[in-house]
């Protein structure tokens, strides 16, 4: 019957989703540059590992921070990356900014939101 063959190739494709998940770190790309995060909200789900990778598309030097989960890449210069590894076990929003002083006031700041 047509009908079944939907729901069975769905149920295929969300298992090797959660196989590739279990292997593999989930990852993320933010770029930033003068005075901003790009994107300026990741989401994550709560309990999950999750590599963030920096890059400082922008002139000058920049970092991501992430306050509330005590972590922070290393302040680079234009055109370099750095990347984190968090797992946030907290569902809530979660304050991301550039910590070089006057770059979070001017707009480089962005959200990780952790959904449950
Ligand atoms: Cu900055």
């Known amino acids: 019957m047509p009908v079944r063959k939907a729901p069975l190739a ?3 494709s969300v298992i090797a989703g959660m196989t590739a998940g279990a292997v593999a770190a989930h990852s993320l790309e933010v770029e930033g540059e003068e005075y901003a995060f790009k994107p300026a ?3 994550v789900e709560a309990g999950e590992t999750v590599e ?3 890059e400082n ?3 000058l030097s920049h970092n991501l921070e992430i306050p509330r989960l005590d972590v922070a890449t290393e302040t680079i210069q234009s055109g370099k990356t750095a990347t984190l590894t968090v797992t946030p076990d907290e569902p809530g929003s979660y304050e991301i900014k550039c910590s070089v002083p006057g770059h979070a006031p001017a707009g480089m700041t962005g959200k990780l939101v952790v959904a449950e």
Do not use: M, P, V
């Open 41 to 43: 909200r990741i989401e």
């Open 57 to 59: 598309t922008g002139a």
């Open 10 to 12: 769905l149920a295929a």
């Open 52 to 54: 963030i990778t920096f």
